[in-house]
């Protein structure tokens, strides 16, 4: 996935269009510039742009290789005294040529490649949730448990991008992650559970009276309301509002763990891979 500027093709086109009003009998200095232009334009967009043009790339480089030919004319030395002199009407034909079947083709490309805009998501700023999730959370999170980040950083994008259950499945293992490092910090000498459950978490956390009974309390409603009515194949998130209100639900709880969480890297470190 790649961010798209929205103006560049807009500013692309300003740029090569102007060629198309360059008529006959027009002089090399007329066409000096806007040639000029347009192949500074060209000659990206048909070769390395995010939007890796197919059907108009032969036209494209049609129309490339005649603006070439029309600036190495005009910056041949040797033709500066043919500046002022009316351009040849046969390349001026294959330039207005080119340019009609090169604009053609574009239209009909463009008007099928799969370019989508991204509705916003309950007032979260969407650049935000695809390019940095982690925004979200609290910002100790990092710190404490890194482990929990690319989970994190997932969900938000499926938010984003309206996969509700996708967003519920990363936000349930980054809390997971989450627990297991609060289980290490309070149980002191009790063992953590050799399954990784969630469930058997939280019974070790309740049968041994470890970690604060609200924090257990908020985990098991997640567990239960939550948790595991997703993990059954027939079910999943209604709607990215759903998905958002668990977001809420597992930074409370997040929140309330990463608060007796040491730190275990040290500021502006890398995670842990």
């Given at each position: 996935?790649?961010?798209?500027?929205?103006?560049?093709?807009?500013?692309?086109?300003?740029?090569?269009?102007?060629?198309?009003?360059?008529?006959?009998?027009?002089?090399?200095?007329?066409?000096?510039?806007?040639?000029?232009?347009?192949?500074?334009?060209?000659?990206?967009?048909?070769?390395?742009?995010?939007?890796?043009?197919?059907?108009?790339?032969?036209?494209?480089?049609?129309?490339?290789?005649?603006?070439?030919?029309i600036?190495?004319?005009?910056?041949?030395?040797s033709?500066?005294?043919?500046?002022?002199?009316?351009?040849?009407?046969?390349?001026?034909?294959?330039?207005?040529t080119?340019?009609?079947?090169?604009?053609?083709?574009?239209?009909?490309?463009?008007?099928?490649?799969?370019?989508?805009?991204?509705?916003?998501?309950?007032?979260?700023?969407?650049s935000?949730?695809?390019?940095?999730?982690?925004?979200?959370?609290?910002?100790?999170?990092?710190?404490?448990?890194?482990?929990?980040?690319?989970?994190?950083?997932?969900?938000?994008?499926?938010?984003?991008?309206?996969?509700?259950?996708?967003a519920?499945?990363?936000?349930?293992?980054?809390?997971?992650?989450?627990?297991?490092?609060?289980?290490?910090?309070?149980?002191?000498?009790?063992?953590?559970?050799?399954?990784?459950?969630m469930?058997?978490?939280?019974?070790?956390?309740?049968?041994?009276?470890?970690?604060?009974?609200?924090?257990?309390?908020?985990?098991?409603?997640?567990?239960?309301l939550?948790?595991?009515?997703?993990?059954?194949?027939?079910?999943?998130?209604?709607?990215?509002?759903?998905?958002?209100?668990?977001?809420?639900?597992?930074?409370?709880?997040?929140?309330?763990?990463?608060?007796?969480?040491?730190?275990?890297?040290?500021?502006?470190?890398?995670?842990?891979?």
């Amino acid at each position: 996935m790649q961010r798209v500027d929205g103006f560049y093709l807009y500013q692309v086109g300003s740029q090569i269009h102007p060629l198309t009003e360059v008529g006959h009998g027009a002089t090399w200095a007329q066409i000096h510039i806007p040639a000029f232009v347009a192949q500074g334009a060209l000659e990206p967009l048909v070769t390395r742009t995010v939007f890796q043009l197919r059907t108009s790339v032969q036209s494209g480089n049609s129309l490339l290789n005649v603006l070439r030919e029309i600036n190495t004319f005009i910056m041949d030395q040797s033709n500066t005294d043919k500046y002022q002199d009316q351009v040849d009407p046969v390349i001026m034909w294959r330039l207005q040529t080119h340019i009609a079947a090169f604009e053609a083709v574009l239209a009909a490309e463009l008007s099928l490649i799969p370019l989508y805009v991204v509705s916003p998501k309950g007032g979260l700023v969407l650049s935000e949730l695809i390019e940095n999730g982690l925004v979200c959370f609290p910002s100790d999170l990092l710190s404490k448990v890194p482990e929990a980040i690319a989970d994190l950083q997932e969900a938000t994008k499926c938010i984003a991008y309206e996969l509700s259950t996708g967003a519920g499945f990363h936000l349930h293992r980054a809390n997971e992650a989450v627990l297991r490092i609060y289980f290490q910090t309070v149980a002191g000498a009790v063992k953590a559970p050799k399954s990784g459950n969630m469930g058997d978490y939280l019974t070790a956390m309740e049968k041994h009276g470890v970690g604060d009974p609200r924090v257990v309390a908020a985990l098991k409603q997640l567990k239960d309301l939550h948790r595991n009515p997703l993990m059954h194949p027939d079910q999943s998130l209604g709607d990215v509002d759903e998905a958002i209100s668990l977001m809420g639900a597992v930074r409370s709880a997040m929140s309330e763990m990463l608060k007796v969480i040491p730190v275990r890297i040290l500021a502006g470190a890398l995670p842990a891979s």
